[in-house]
C-alpha cells in the first residue's frame, strides 16, 4: 500500500517517517501512521477496509512531483493510462485490471474530487491532501461509469490562521510554471477561505519536420480553486467550492509513423491543428451532526467546453482534418444518512443521488478528394451535429456488521436508471456515401449493483478479505460514424481474495489481492475508414485474472521503501466482428500485461532530501487481431533536494535514460500505416518553494 502524508499528524494524511514512544528496550521505532479514508464514503482505517485501494497521501505527492492525473498512474500497480492527446482534450482514458473504455462513449473509471463526479481526465491536482485509487467496481456506492474503479481527490480544507505557498518551476522545452496557495480565517474560527492558482506554459517536445517548428504543440494552461467553508454552529459544516481550468495548446499534432527512429522527436504534418478547454464547476457541500448519524449533502453544476481541430492523416500533404466542438453541462445532486457511532458493531448508509447531464458535439470531417486522387471532386466536408440528453436518479444502500470484533460482513446494493434522449443531423456527405438524416432516439439504461464483502481480523495486524461486486457502464448512441446506432450498457462481475498485513512493529506492510472479472457486452471502439472516424458496438464476452502486490517499509529514520507490481490477463472470450474476423481468445487492447514500480525516498543531514521510482511497463497491444503492440518498457523520475523552514529547492529529472515509448497508435487515415504518439522524452528541471 502506497501511504504518505503531511506534517502535523493531521488526519487524512501521514508524515514522514516519525519517532513513536521508546519501545521496552528503550529504542525508537519509526512507524507507519494510521490513515483514514473514505472510499467507503465513510471514514475508516484503510487496512481495514475490505477493498483493493491505493492512497498517496499530500507528502508523497510533494516527494514524488504528482501535479496532473496522469502522474498517478506510475504509482498504483494494474492502472494504464492511453494519452492520445494534449491535456486541452478530453480523449485520454484509462484501463484498470483490463477492463478499459475509449475516446468515445462513458468512462470506465470513475474521477471524483471532494465527491464531485469529474467527465475527462485531464487535469492539474491543486493543493491535495490525499488521492484514493480504488480497484475493481465500485458501482453500489459511485454508480455509473465505475466498473472498472474509482480515482477519489481529496483536497485540503481551509485554516483558520493565515498561510501561504508560493512555487516556481523551470525545466526542459522551456517548460515553465508557477503555483501558489493561501488560506486563513475570513471570520475567526468560522469562516475561513483556501484559494489555490496554477499557471503552466511549455513549448512541449513535439517538432514538426514539415515546418521546421520545435514548438508545435506548445502549451498553456491556468488551474484555478477557490473553497469557502462555515461553521456557524458546532454541528454543522458548509463549504462552497469553485473550480476552472483554461487550456490551451497551440497544435494537435502528436502522431509519428510507429516505427520511426525519432518518435519521440517529431511529426510531420501539413496542419498543426489546435486544441482548447474552458472548464468551470461549483459545488455546495452541508454535512449536518444528528448525534449518532450525520446528515450530507453535495450539490454541484459543471460546464466544460472543448474546441479540437487536427490533422488526422498524419502525412505533410493535405488529406483528411478532423474538428470537433463538445459542450458538456453537468447538475447533480447528492444526499447520503450515515451511522456515526463508532461503538456500534452495526455501522451504515444510505443514499440518493440524481443528476442531469447535456453533451452537444459537432464534428466536421474535410476531406481533400483531389489530392487523393479523385480528380474533380475537390474538397467535400461532412458535418454531424448531436445533443445527448441524460437524466439519472439511483437509491443505494452499503452496511457492516461486526461480530466477536474480528468479523466484518459488508452488503450493499444500488439501483441506477439513466434515461438518454438522443437528437442528431448528418449532412454534407452525399457524394461520400453519408446521406443526409435528422432522427430522435430515446433509451433507458439501468441496474441493480449489489456489493458483498467478509473480512476476518486474524491478528491485530492480518486482515485477510473475500469480496463480489458487480460494475456498470451506461449504453448510449453512436455521434459519429453509424450515427444514431445504439449500443448497450456494459456489465463486470468482480470476484476478489486479498489480506492486508503489517509487520514489524508496524514498519512495513504488505497487501495482496487475487481478482477475477467477467464481463459482458463489452463495448469495443472499431475504427473505421482508416481511422478517421469510429463506431461502439458491443462485442460478446471477455474476462480479466490478475494478481496485486503492494508494500511499503520504512527500516531506518528518515528513509521510505516502496513496492508494487500487478499482473493482468485480460482477452476476449468472444468476439467475433464479422465472417472472416474472429478474436476469441486475443488481449484485450490497452491493457498491459503487467505494471510494477520501485521507489525510494530519504530525508537525511537536516534537510536534505532524495527520491527516485522506477516504473516497468509490460506488452500492450492496440489493436483486437493483437498484430501491433508497445513492447515492455521502463522509465526512471528521480528528485534531490534541500528543505528548510520557509523555502525549499529541488532539481528533478523525469524519463532521465530517455526511454522511448508509444502511449497510443492507430492507423492513419490516408492509409499510411500505424502512427503512435511518443511519450514523454528526458525531461530535466529545478523547482522552488518559499513559505509565509
Known amino acids: 500500500m502506497l501511504l504518505a502524508g503531511g506534517p502535523g499528524g493531521l488526519p487524512g494524511f501521514i508524515g514522514v517517517a516519525r519517532a513513536a514512544d521508546a519501545n521496552a528496550t528503550g529504542q525508537k521505532v519509526y512507524v507507519l501512521d494510521e490513515i483514514t479514508v473514505s472510499a467507503d464514503k465513510r471514514e475508516q482505517s484503510v487496512q481495514e477496509v475490505p477493498v483493493s485501494v491505493s492512497v498517496i497521501g499530500a507528502t508523497q505527492v510533494e516527494d514524488k512531483g504528482v501535479t496532473k492525473t496522469e502522474d498517478i498512474f506510475p504509482l498504483v500497480p494494474n492502472i494504464y493510462l492511453t494519452k492520445t492527446g494534449p491535456a486541452a482534450a478530453f480523449t485520454t482514458f484509462a484501463t484498470v485490471r483490463g477492463v478499459t473504455s475509449s475516446m468515445g462513449g462513458s468512462p470506465a473509471l470513475g474521477y471524483y474530487v471532494d465527491d464531485v463526479y469529474y467527465p475527462g481526465l485531464d487535469m492539474t491536482l491543486l493543493d491535495i491532501e490525499r488521492i484514493e485509487v480504488l ?75 514539415f515546418d521546421d517548428d520545435d514548438s508545435v504543440n506548445g502549451y498553456e494552461n491556468f488551474d484555478g480553486r477557490f473553497k469557502v467553508q462555515a461553521l456557524p454552529s458546532s454541528d454543522l459544516d458548509l463549504s462552497v467550492t469553485f473550480d476552472v481550468q483554461n487550456y490551451r495548446s497551440d497544435g494537435y ?302 527500516p531506518v529514520q528518515g528513509l521510505e521503501l516502496t513496492g508494487s507490481f500487478g499482473y493482468t490477463r485480460a482477452e476476449y472470450d468472444e468476439y467475433a466482428p464479422s465472417a472472416t474476423e474472429d478474436y476469441s481468445g486475443k488481449n484485450v487492447i490497452d491493457s498491459p500485461e503487467y505494471t510494477a514500480s520501485l521507489g525510494a525516498t530519504y530525508r537525511f543531514l537536516d534537510g536534505w532530501f532524495a527520491s527516485a521510482t522506477y516504473r516497468r511497463v509490460g506488452k500492450v497491444y492496440f489493436d483486437a487481431a493483437n498484430s501491433e503492440s508497445q513492447g515492455e518498457y521502463q522509465t526512471v523520475n528521480a528528485r534531490f533536494g534541500y528543505e528548510q523552514e520557509g523555502w525549499d529547492v529541488y532539481l528533478w529529472g523525469r524519463n532521465i535514460f530517455d526511454e522511448e515509448y508509444v502511449t497510443r497508435a492507430v492507423e492513419s487515415a490516408a492509409g499510411a500505416g500505424w502512427f503512435g504518439r511518443s511519450g514523454e522524452p528526458q525531461a530535466f528541471g529545478v523547482s522552488a518553494s518559499l513559505y509565509f
Open 135 to 209: 480497484r475493481g467496481p465500485q458501482g453500489t456506492l459511485y454508480g455509473r461509469n465505475t466498473e472498472a474503479g474509482v480515482i477519489n481527490i481529496i483536497t485540503r480544507q481551509p485554516e483558520n490562521d493565515w498561510k501561504s505557498k508560493l512555487t516556481m518551476d523551470y525545466g526542459s522545452f522551456n517548460t515553465r510554471g508557477m503555483r501558489g496557495t493561501a488560506t486563513g480565517a475570513l471570520v475567526e474560527d468560522t469562516v475561513f477561505l483556501r484559494a489555490t492558482g496554477n499557471y503552466e506554459a511549455s513549448d512541449n517536445y513535439f517538432t514538426n519536420k
Open 253 to 554: 499534432a502528436e502522431f509519428a509513423p510507429i516505427d520511426s527512429a525519432s518518435l519521440a522527436k517529431s511529426v510531420d504534418v501539413d496542419y498543426a491543428g489546435m486544441a482548447e478547454k474552458d472548464a468551470y464547476g461549483t459545488a455546495v457541500r452541508g454535512e449536518y451532526d444528528l448525534g449518532d448519524m450525520k446528515l450530507l449533502s453535495i450539490t454541484s453544476g459543471r460546464q466544460e467546453n472543448y474546441l479540437m481541430d487536427n490533422d488526422i492523416d498524419f502525412l505533410p500533404m493535405d488529406l483528411v482534418r478532423l474538428k470537433l466542438d463538445k459542450e458538456v453541462g453537468l447538475l447533480s445532486q447528492e444526499l447520503r444518512l450515515v451511522s456515526d457511532d463508532k461503538t456500534s458493531p452495526l455501522q451504515w448508509l444510505v443514499g440518493a443521488y440524481a443528476f442531469y447531464e447535456k453533451d452537444d458535439r459537432a464534428y466536421s470531417t474535410r476531406m481533400n478528394l483531389e489530392n487523393m486522387g479523385m480528380t474533380g471532386m475537390g474538397t467535400q466536408t461532412i458535418r454531424q451535429d448531436s445533443t445527448t440528453d441524460s437524466l439519472g436518479s439511483a437509491l443505494f444502500f452499503q452496511t457492516t456488521y461486526t461480530l466477536w470484533e474480528r468479523l466484518e460482513l459488508t452488503a450493499g446494493l444500488r439501483y441506477d436508471r439513466i434515461a438518454k434522449d438522443f437528437s442528431y443531423t448528418q449532412k454534407d456527405g452525399d457524394m461520400l456515401g453519408y446521406a443526409s438524416m435528422d432522427d430522435d432516439e430515446d433509451k433507458t439504461f439501468d441496474a441493480w449493483l449489489p456489493k458483498a464483502a467478509i473480512s476476518y481480523r486474524l491478528t491485530d495486524d492480518v486482515r485477510p478479505y473475500v469480496s463480489v461486486s458487480r460494475g456498470f457502464r451506461s449504453g448510449g448512441f453512436n455521434d459519429n460514424e453509424e450515427i444514431g446506432e445504439a449500443y448497450d450498457a456494459e456489465y463486470t462481475w468482480n470476484y476478489e481474495v486479498g489480506v492486508k498485513t503489517e509487520w514489524l512493529d508496524k514498519r512495513l506492510q504488505v497487501n495482496l489481492a487475487l481478482f477475477h472479472i467477467d464481463w459482458t457486452d463489452r463495448q469495443v471502439e472499431v475504427m473505421s475508414a482508416g481511422g478517421s472516424s469510429y463506431h461502439i458496438e458491443n462485442a460478446g464476452e471477455s474476462s480479466s485474472d490478475g494478481v496485486e502486490i503492494e508494500a511499503i517499509a520504512r
